[in-house]
T-cell receptor, first 111, second 114 residues
């Protein structure tokens, strides 16, 4: 059973566009929601994370929106650049316990 | 400051064989977690080691075992390899059990089972 469902599977945007990646979860005990960025041949790198006590968090061009009642959270990339082309994973965990990852979204930003 | 390192980078084995993968955590980190990432999928948690003991385990069979050494480095062992074990194996390190928001991943070991 997939604990975290991620969509879309792939995404193509023009440079400067705002790709949005969505994730949904069922376990209301989850209290930490990170997003990871993975380039080919590399391990995932933490991009930004949020806890359920806030509805939005922004770091540079990356923003997480969190909807606790809908059990959904999403990643927005402002002014996307070709260098943002990568695979993005959402994840969820309860404090001190294992991470459950989504299936990933392959993002391509066209110059 | 070296990040998380893993060896080897690539490995080819045949069904039924055994394999050992190695991980050195980021400097200052004492907790190591192992993940399996199948092609086109997200990482799946195998287990976590802290203070040389397995502290948490995901839904993986006993063929998957590990070890953590006094210097915090870790090994992942897989016995009786199956074709389905072909994947990228990721090691992640963090400081202190439970502080997983500080988790850093290594580049992984790509295992191919023929």
């Amino acid at each position: 059973q997939q604990q975290v469902k991620q969509s879309p599977q792939s995404l193509i945007v023009q440079k400067g566009g705002i790709p949005i990646i969505n994730c949904a979860y069922e376990n209301t005990a989850f209290d930490y929601f990170p997003w990871y960025q993975q380039f080919p041949g590399k391990g995932p790198a933490l991009l930004i994370a949020i806890r359920p006590d806030v509805s939005e968090k922004k770091e540079g061009r990356f923003t997480i929106s969190f909807n606790k009642s809908a059990k959904q959270f999403s990643l927005h990339i402002m002014d996307s650049q070709p260098g943002d082309s990568a695979t993005y994973f959402c994840a969820a965990s309860t404090t001190g316990n294992q991470f459950y990852f989504g299936t990933g979204t392959s993002l391509t930003v066209i110059p | 400051d070296a990040g998380v390192t893993q060896s080897p980078t690539h490995l080819i084995k045949t069904r039924g064989q055994q394999v050992t993968l190695r991980c050195s955590p980021k400097s200052g980190h004492d907790t190591v977690s192992w993940y399996q990432q199948a092609l086109g999928q997200g990482p799946q948690f195998i287990f976590q080691y802290y203070e040389e003991e397995e502290r948490q385990r995901g839904n993986f069979p006993d063929r998957f075992s590990g070890h953590q050494f006094p210097n915090y480095s870790s090994e992942l062992n897989v016995n009786a390899l199956l074709l389905g074990d072909s994947a990228l194996y990721l090691c992640a390190s963090s400081y202190g059990q439970g502080l997983q928001e500080t988790q850093y991943f290594g580049p992984g070991t790509r295992l191919l089972v023929l």
